[in-house]
Every structure is written in structure tokens, then in C-alpha cells.
């Protein structure tokens, strides 16, 4: 839809946005193109080595991180940002190759734990190498030290705008 288009049909309907720059819609788009492609190519990378996609190579990695190889399902949901029926979902398929296995909390009846196992560890621990080598080569590789710290400043400017810090924001970990 053409600016013009699209402002007359807001306007209409009693309302006008502030278009994007040309500059602004070209770094966007080159935004989406680069993510798209980066994330289509560690999914596909996990998906030839390890039988997974991305988001449970993460998972993985979450639970290796954590206490005792043990998060909550809640806290798991929160800091992959995704919603909890997505992540029950990963964890059944998790569960099925014998990777992870969920724990009741025995403080909370309504409470689990998504738990690493040694199956688990061990497939993290043969997957990693090949992993680390393609976001290395599809992204370190390719930055200069000085557009690596202005990406991580950058990245981390944009996390912070998106996460609410008032009580009922729509989360996904909360749907």
C-alpha cells in the first residue's frame, strides 16, 4: 500500500501516523532481511545437526545455565519470551527425545520444573561447537570490534524499550 494510500485511509478513520523515512524504511527492511535470514540459517543448521529447531537449542542451553539444570517452567517461559503453551509444547518434544523432563514443584502443586538431563546435556554439549561456528561465521566474523559494541548498545537500547515494567503487560510468558 502506497504512504498516500494509506494515510487517506487512516485519516478516514480518524487517526494519521508518522510514516518511516526513506532512510528509516531502508535500515528497517535491512533490519528483517538480516534477522530473517539469520535466524532461517542457526535453525537450519540445528535442525542438520542436532534433529531441533533454534528455539529448543536455546532452551537447552537455559536449562545447562540454571541451578542444578532446573528452571520453572514460568521462569523458562519468561526469559525465552515466549508464551507458556509454546514452550509446553517444545518441552513435550524435549521430553520425547529424553532431553529434558518436567519435576513437579513441591512448593506450588500448580508449579513444574523443565529439567535438563544427561541425554540433554550430552546433545548440547555435541551440538554447541557447530553452532558457535555458524553464528560466529554469520555474524562475528563479518563486524569490525567497533560495529560489535555499537550492535550490542543498539540490541540492548531496543530490549529495554520493549520490556514493560508495569503490572498486567500483555508478556508472552503471561499468555
Known amino acids: 500500500m502506497k504512504q498516500t494510500e494509506y494515510d487517506d485511509e487512516k485519516s478516514a478513520r480518524g487517526g494519521a501516523g508518522k510514516w518511516l523515512s526513506a532512510d528509516e524504511q531502508q535500515v528497517w527492511r535491512a533490519y528483517l532481511h538480516a534477522t530473517t535470514l539469520l535466524e532461517d540459517h542457526l535453525d537450519r543448521q540445528l535442525q542438520r545437526d542436532a534433529r531441533m529447531p533454534h528455539i529448543y537449542f536455546g532452551l537447552l542451553v537455559q536449562l545447562s545455565e540454571a541451578p542444578k539444570r532446573r528452571l520453572r517452567m514460568t521462569e523458562l517461559a519468561m526469559s525465552a519470551k515466549i508464551t507458556r503453551s509454546r514452550l509446553s509444547h517444545a518441552i513435550a518434544r524435549l521430553e520425547k527425545n529424553g532431553w529434558v523432563r518436567r519435576e513437579d514443584c513441591p512448593s506450588d502443586k500448580r508449579g513444574q520444573f523443565a529439567v535438563l538431563t544427561d541425554a540433554g546435556l550430552d546433545v548440547l554439549r555435541e551440538t554447541a561447537p557447530g553452532h558457535v561456528s555458524a553464528v560466529r561465521q554469520a555474524l562475528f566474523d563479518r563486524l569490525t570490534p ?29 499468555r
Not at 154 to 170: C, F, N, S
Open 146 to 174: 567497533e560495529q560489535l559494541k555499537s550492535l550490542g548498545e543498539i540490541m540492548r537500547i531496543v530490549a529495554e524499550g520493549l520490556q514493560p515494567k508495569e503490572a498486567g503487560a500483555d508478556l508472552p510468558w503471561l
